[in-house]
């Protein structure tokens, strides 16, 4: 299994944490999207050219949450990570689309105002990030530890990407106690969390100098 990743990006993340919770391992290629040689090289499997592309036995997928859910279906040990029952996939789903549309949109909007425009970020901006965020603490709130269920699913894993996203960027959560024990709990449950994130950190601070 082959994986165009880099550890800088939060779709690339989600993909390395729900495989690690899983236990799979991939020939990892850690690549620079943004150079043409390297865009060349990945659209030959993925017209998109973007990361994560995951490759298996011929087999390509694009886009974080076709990946996770395809490595939960065929590798998964039980359907927890991302359950069959109708109504508890619903909701798992529900989230997912919430992370694709609204939470990570917010959040990568706001990183790249700051780290990319080098300005402020307008007050659109921030209104659309608090209230993406106080979304994402009802949903703690609700359902309890988790975001889906009452267990960890892959809708905890792919939204903890996102809201790293904003730690990297000294956001302050403060006022979301919910998310920030959620926070805790998810990368609880996730093998080698400490070091995955020591690593993200590094590679986080060296991409960014180079901006």
Not at 7 to 19: D, E, K, T, Y
Not at 146 to 161: E, K, P, R
Not at 199 to 210: F, M, N
Request: proline share 5%; glycine share 4%; charged share 25%.
């Amino acid at each position: 299994m082959d994986l165009y990743y880099n550890i800088v990006s939060p779709p690339c993340q989600s993909v390395m944490l729900v495989a690690k919770k899983l236990g799979v391992t991939f020939n990892v290629k850690e690549v620079n999207p943004h150079v043409a040689a390297v865009r060349e090289e990945i659209s030959r499997y993925n017209p998109q050219h973007t990361i994560p592309t995951f490759i298996e036995d011929g087999h390509v997928i694009w886009e974080s949450y076709a990946i996770a859910i395809y490595l939960v279906e065929k590798y998964g040990k039980d359907d927890a990570l991302y359950p069959k029952d109708a109504k508890v996939r619903s909701v798992v789903n529900q989230r997912l689309f919430f992370d694709n549309g609204v939470m990570f949109p917010s959040a990568i909007a706001y990183a790249n105002c700051l780290l990319k425009q080098k300005q402020q970020p307008t007050q659109e901006l921030l209104d659309k990030l608090k209230k993406a965020l106080g979304l994402l603490e009802s949903f703690v709130k609700e359902r309890g530890s988790f975001v889906a269920a009452a267990h960890l699913t892959i809708a905890d894993i792919c939204l903890l990407s996102s809201v790293t996203l904003l730690a990297g960027v000294k956001y302050d959560l403060e006022a979301y106690p919910a998310i920030k024990a959620w926070v805790a709990k998810v990368t609880g449950e996730l093998p080698d969390y400490a070091a995955f994130r020591k690593e993200l950190e590094e590679k986080s601070l060296a991409y960014i100098a180079t901006l």
